[in-house]
């Protein structure tokens, strides 16, 4: 099986930021990117399930999450 990858939230710059949050799924591996900062999770929960993920069914779930508000 080849891994696929997935933008689940494009990023943007408005009255508030946040960057893309991307999917990796190769096998039973499931990996969520997520830079930090949407203004609710649903914006990446709900993407979540066009691809049948929920954190909860997800065989392996990981989450990088970086936030820097300095600038």
């Known amino acids: 099986m080849t891994a696929s990858f997935h933008v689940l939230t494009t990023g943007y710059a408005d009255t ?3 960057g893309t949050v991307t999917l ?3 096998g039973a591996t499931v990996a969520v990117v997520d830079p930090g900062m ?4 649903r914006l ?11 954190p ?4 392996t779930w ?7 508000t300095t600038h």
């Open 56 to 59: 909860r069914t997800s065989p």
């Open 62 to 68: 990981s989450s990088a999450t970086t936030t820097r």
């Open 44 to 54: 990446i929960l709900d993407p979540l399930t066009d691809h049948g993920l929920t």
């Open 16 to 18: 508030r930021v946040a």
């Open 24 to 26: 990796l799924v190769d």
């Open 38 to 41: 949407v203004a609710d999770r």
